[in-house]
């Protein structure tokens, strides 16, 4: 059965660094999204992504976040500068498309741990 | 805006007991509905979603819910919980003038007593 991917299953980085976190969305998918849940709270949405632009973003998605499909199969997130707040697990999730209402599929998550 | 409450933040359930997770939410139009279970360290997966049509939906694992657009509800139910549905329960709002982005309740902490 298809599924998401997610790597790494764990980043530790130092505030101030760039980390990029990487998703592959399950093959015909053509609608991507990013997610993020801090521990023991909601998850929250980041951004959506369809044919190579953000068609969504949160308030969260700030300038310090980017979103990229750099060849067919992979979709990153990338935040520029972290901070400590930014730790959180980082859900990427694809869907088929939007002509009918679609099913998101989740990867396993990326935990992300500033310092 | 859209908002999806979960009044319960844990419930603790016997082992062979029925479980009802309540789920609210807030939003003009029909929205999309889903609820996705969450082991401990593991990603999200759908238990089951309602897009149109019949308001009782079956989903996997046993599981079911039912949409009622006057109480703006969609709760979740099993009729005898197993101890692998010990999880964390998440209810979440999708709508197409949002771009299906998802809306999430903080999550139902279940737990299952032997």
């Known amino acids: 059965e298809p599924e998401v991917t997610q790597t790494p299953s764990h980043q530790v980085t130092q505030m101030g660094q760039e980390v990029i976190l990487r998703c592959v969305p399950i093959?015909?998918?053509?609608?991507f999204y990013w997610y993020r849940q801090i521990l023991g709270q909601k998850v929250e949405f980041l951004v959506s992504f369809y044919n190579n632009e953000i068609s969504e973003k949160s308030e969260i998605f700030d300038d310090q976040f980017s979103v990229e499909r750099p060849d067919g199969s992979n979709f990153t997130l990338k935040i520029r500068s972290t901070k400590l707040e930014d730790s959180a697990m980082y859900f990427c999730?694809?869907?088929?498309?939007?002509?009918?209402?679609?099913?998101?599929?989740f990867g396993p998550g990326t935990r992300l741990t500033v310092l | 805006a859209q908002s999806v409450t979960q009044p319960d933040i844990h419930i603790t359930v016997s082992e062979g007991a029925s479980l009802e997770l309540r789920c609210n939410y807030s939003y003009g139009a029909t929205p999309y509905l889903f609820w996705y279970v969450q082991s401990p360290g593991q990603g999200l997966q759908l238990l089951l979603k309602?897009?149109?049509?019949d308001t009782l939906v079956q989903g996997i694992k046993g599981f079911e819910a039912e949409f009622k657009r006057s109480q703006s509800s969609f709760n979740l139910r099993k009729p005898s919980v197993h101890w692998s549905d010990a999880a964390e329960y998440f209810c979440?709002?999708?709508?197409?003038?949002?771009?299906?982005?998802?809306?999430w309740g903080a999550g139902t902490k279940l737990i299952i007593k032997p």
């Open positions: 999730a694809s869907s088929e498309g939007q002509v009918a209402p679609g099913e998101q599929f």
């Open positions: 979440a709002v999708g709508a197409r003038d949002s771009n299906y982005q998802l809306i």
């Open positions: 309602y897009f149109s049509g």
């Open positions: 093959s015909n998918h053509l609608y």
